[in-house]
């Protein structure tokens, strides 16, 4: 009799954690459509035709990279993100020292 309390227990929590496991997704399927809705919202009329065309061009200019003008153009964008990064930290440990004099 043991075993078979263990399985039905067992199982039992499945069912519950799947029914909480879909109640989440449930949620933030609804808060990724209402986000995408939003920005739709947001930029509706601000896409102009020349937006459109300079978007396009962009889009087809990447596609025809080689393969080493596409790393090197990743590079870059990391490189410009670690510094933004490293500004954030050096901003941050001036506030931090201010903070401290105070």
Known sequence: MGLIAFFKKAFRDMKESAKAQHEVDKAELAAAKAEARANFEENRGHNTYARAKADAKKSWDDAHMSP?????????????RIEAANARVEEANARTEAAKKK
């Open 68 to 80: 080493a003008e596409r790393e090197a153009r990743v590079q870059e964008e990391r490189d410009a």
